[in-house]
């Protein structure tokens, strides 16, 4: 009954080698979000789709990107990855854009750089 | 800016003993305050929230956090712990005029028998 699924679990990549993140949901919720979270730090939100609205927060570097061809799936892509992209990525839905609307994560992704 | 502290990075506490995790935030209009359980090998859960009303909040698993405004905190406790409580625990915060939410850094929760 997994709700929120990351593919990948584990990944590694080579230091500018692009790679792509995948999430897939089955709550069909209208927002889906990418989190980045480095070792012992807050999960950073990088952007989120509102259905096909696609909404990029303002420190999110150039290097990622999103893609989310239809409700159930959104991918991360990282175009050259860098040793300081290490990190977990969290995928997150909700029913609705509001703030207090509670989010649902999957496992996240582990991303290794060497 | 909305940002939120956690004193204590980690926790331990007896099997059996009061669980109390510390949150402070900062926010210069009325918060919105959540508490997300993280399991090993496993995504963010919502525990609880306050948005409005009841300053006392209960949430799943027998957690419970109480919204105090005059000390701009939001602690979770739980009465007596249990082993399967040992997770990882963050606070976050926003507001209506915010379009996202700010997590704490985390606070793991260890439980000793």
């Known amino acids: 009954d997994a709700m929120v699924i990351q593919n990948p679990r584990y990944q590694v990549t080579q230091f500018g080698k692009p790679v792509t993140l995948s999430c897939s949901q089955t709550l069909n919720h209208n927002v889906m979000y990418w989190y980045q979270q480095k070792s012992s730090q807050a999960p950073k939100l990088l952007f989120h789709?509102?259905?096909?609205?696609?909404?990029n927060e303002a420190d999110t570097p150039d290097n990622f990107q999103s893609r989310r061809p239809n409700t159930s799936f959104c991918f991360l892509d990282i175009r050259s990855p860098g040793l300081g992209d290490a990190a977990m990525y969290l995928c997150?839905?909700?029913?609705?854009?509001?703030?207090?609307?509670?989010?649902?994560f999957g496992p996240g992704t582990r991303l290794t750089v060497t | 800016a909305q940002s939120v502290t956690q004193l204590g990075s980690h926790v331990s506490v007896s099997e059996g003993a009061l669980v109390l995790l510390r949150c402070n935030y900062s926010s210069s209009v009325p918060p919105y305050l959540f508490w997300y359980v993280q399991y090993p090998n496993q995504g963010l859960q919502l525990l609880l929230k306050?948005?409005?009303?009841?300053?006392l909040v209960k949430g799943i698993n027998g957690f419970e956090a109480e919204f105090k405004k005059s000390e701009t905190s939001f602690h979770l406790t739980k009465p007596s712990a249990h082993m399967s409580d040992a997770a990882e625990y963050f606070c976050a915060v926003t507001s209506n005029r915010d379009d996202k939410i700010i997590f704490g850094k985390g606070t793991r929760l260890h439980i000793l028998p």
């Open positions: 306050y948005t409005t009303g009841a300053t």
């Open positions: 789709y509102y259905d096909k609205d696609f909404n």
């Open positions: 997150a839905t909700s029913r609705q854009l509001d703030v207090w609307a509670e989010q649902y």
